[in-house]
């Protein structure tokens, strides 16, 4: 087992290290390179917490080498910041605190991370897109609700009126006098 | 989880891929995306000496219209699959299958050929692409060979390519306008079917069904017969041994079978 170098661009900056090639990149990206946002939680591709770009994409870091994203750009949470440093300036986490959208926060990287690549591949998500786009990111404290709302005003969005949609859209399918609920009467 | 240690190759051509597999055959694994293989491997259920990464040759990704088939890169990842004009056009029960792999992070790594390879029964693809009738193109030093679907799982995780064998393309028919379906079940979302069933052109294919991907061969008999959607249906489970787990007893299965078999051929009837 020979240790293999990679070179990975990590948030616009070069990195490189000799690794071993089963290193995952999760763990490049936390021991190796010190970026501690991405946060590893179940370490079997279900729950999503280690969500980060791979040339745009998102993808789940701990189930990918190192060695896989060698000659390639990764962006983790901390990449989001901008000039001013402060990654919160960023519209998907500026959106995600408008709408409250972390309760115990573990999960918040990972769905930041993945919102922002749904919203590359499609700016114009509706609730369902965003809902099915997230299939792979677990909030166990069961945020999901702000989540959603917080996704849809990253995208520009107004999520009172989305949400009316989906629960239009919804009830249109369910079987007929079954109540999806409206969103004035949701949660309050 | 850490796989056991590995030596890692990444050749820059398919040729290359295929003299170092060859050399290395019985110790090496072939890797795409790895979204089977990096699994098991943090599991210690697979823990290969050298990993062959195919994953970045840009040969494999491919989708093209050939004569009266798709002819599908092995590499080619689900997403391309999801978002694929030509198959969209051509063999559109391919892109709704595909989206129902996983979830957008899985999509974006998985292949349709390391899904092939790997042979889980519970997976979508190779029920599609045994529902299609397609073919499975593998390549060795000695040249290259098609094997049909129908003969190329052979058990759990087991598969008809040698060692030294890569799948290098999966070639369907163009389907075009014929009906088709695809009734995945869970439990939940991101879950691996319990069972499903893909539909195309009067031809059935089941998932998790058994210790392969299965062709309802009663059902399609009855609908080539002309028996009703319903009469048709209820013959799917015939000869199934489907699997016990805590999703479900095998009657449970062979059920759902029956149902999302009856609402798949209903569905395709329809399109």
């Known amino acids: ?188 | 989880m850490i796989p056991v240690g590995f030596d890692y190759a990444r050749p820059d051509s398919l040729d290359a891929a295929v003299a170092l597999l060859a050399e290395r055959g019985d110790e090496a694994t072939i890797m795409a995306g790895g979204h089977s293989l990096l699994p098991v491997m943090k599991l210690r259920l697979a823990a290969p000496e050298l990993i062959v990464d195919i994953g970045r040759l840009r040969e494999l990704n491919y989708v093209k219209v050939d004569g009266d088939e798709v002819a599908i890169g092995a590499g080619t990842r689900h997403h391309d699959l999801e978002v694929s004009d030509v198959l969209a056009a051509e063999v559109p029960l391919l892109p709704a299958v595909a989206r129902t792999v996983g979830d957008p992070q899985v999509r974006h790594r998985g292949t349709i050929g390391g899904s092939l390879a790997h042979g889980d029964p519970a997976s979508d693809l190779p029920a599609a692409v045994l529902a299609l009738d397609g073919t499975i193109v593998l390549r060795s030093p000695r040249g290259q060979r098609s094997v049909p679907a129908t003969e190329f799982w052979t058990g759990v995780f087991t598969t008809a390519k040698e060692p030294d064998e890569l799948i290098v393309e999966i070639r369907v028919p163009r389907t075009g306008s014929a009906g088709w379906a695809y009734e995945k079940f869970t439990r939940r979302a991101n879950d691996w079917a319990i069972v499903a069933v893909a539909v195309v052109d009067g031809r059935v294919g089941l998932v998790n069904m058994g210790s392969t991907p299965l062709r309802a061969s009663a059902t399609e008999a009855a609908l080539a017969e002309g028996k009703s959607i319903a009469e048709a249906a209820a013959l799917a489970a015939e000869g199934t041994e489907p699997p016990t787990d805590t999703a479900g007893t095998p009657e449970y299965r062979k059920n759902l079978a029956r149902v999302l078999t009856r609402r798949a051929l209903e569905t395709a009837a329809g399109r």
Request: hydrophobic share 40%.
């Open chain 1, 1 to 188: 087992m020979t240790g293999v170098k990679v070179e990975i661009t990590v948030n616009g900056r070069s990195t490189t290290d000799e690794v071993e090639p089963r290193l995952l990149l999760a763990h490049y990206l936390r021991e190796n390179v010190g970026l501690k946002a991405t946060n590893i939680g179940c370490d079997t591709t279900s729950c999503g917490a280690c969500t980060v770009l791979l040339d745009g994409e998102s993808v789940k870091s701990c189930t990918v080498l190192a060695v896989q994203a060698d000659q390639l750009a990764v962006t983790t949470m901390e990449g989001l910041a901008g000039e001013s440093g402060d990654s919160l300036d960023h519209p998907v986490t500026a959106a995600f605190r408008q709408e409250h959208g972390l309760q115990c926060g573990f999960c918040t990287p990972g769905m930041v991370m993945a919102v922002a690549g749904l919203i590359a591949e499609n700016p114009d998500l509706d609730e369902r897109a965003v809902r099915e786009g997230l299939e792979g990111n677990l909030c166990r404290c069961t945020g999901y609700h702000n989540i959603v709302r917080a996704a849809l005003v990253a995208a520009g969005k107004d999520p009172d009126a989305a949400q009316a949609a989906e629960a239009e859209s919804d009830a249109a399918r369910t079987a007929p006098g079954f109540s999806a609920g409206s969103s004035e009467g949701a949660g309050a």
